[in-house]
């Protein structure tokens, strides 16, 4: 099982954890163990059931001391600033879901490696990292050597996949 972290639960977050809730290949071979965020544990609990886009999310959300729990599985809920203070090792996790924004630089996101995580994917674009993957167009050329990789833009994630097979059959010279 894969121990994941999300840093950072605004839009970007919820949809990871979501996405690994509602696709049960994806639940099955990953485990969230915890999420950093500096709103209240209330407060994510609410905008984690109801979301304005995608509704009602199907599983059962609740808070308890410092976990959300959704369905059975409890999550530890952390209010952290300093990434170096998280606890990952403790946890550990294998890969953070850096979902806050301001990580996106190598040195700025490696602290999360030096907390103790294994693996780190910057859900924006971000300077120096071992890779910049964009699912379905270069995904099959992650090493095991990369290990704070970017998910590239929004703008990137949303033109490549039709940009790549029309520059593929019939090329693109411009744009």
């Known amino acids: 099982m894969i121990k ?5 639960y605004g839009r ?3 949809n990871v954890l979501r996405a690994l809730y509602e696709r049960p290949e994806l ?10 965020d500096l709103g209240a544990a209330q407060m994510n609990a609410h905008l984690t059931q109801f979301d304005t886009t995608h509704g009602r999310f199907n599983q059962s959300v609740s808070v308890d001391q410092d976990d959300l729990v959704i369905g059975s599985d409890r999550i530890r809920m952390l209010s952290e600033r300093d990434p170096t203070q998280l606890p990952w090792e403790q ?11 301001l990580f996106t630089d190598r040195e700025a996101a490696r602290q999360h490696i030096s907390a103790g995580a294994k693996r780190v994917l910057v859900s ?27 998910n590239a833009s929004c703008t990137t994630n949303c033109l490549a996949p039709i940009a790549k097979p029309l520059h593929d059959s019939v090329g693109i010279e411009q744009g």
């Open 27 to 36: 639940h099955a071979k990953m485990q969230v163990v915890a999420i950093n």
């Open 4 to 8: 994941v972290a999300i840093n950072g």
């Open 124 to 150: 924006a674009p971000g300077q120096h990292m071992d890779a910049t993957v964009v699912y379905g167009i270069n995904h099959t050329k992650l090493t095991d050597r990369d290990v704070i990789v970017s």
């Open 12 to 14: 970007i977050g919820r």
């Open 91 to 101: 946890l550990s996790v294998d890969i953070v879901f850096e979902c806050t924004g």
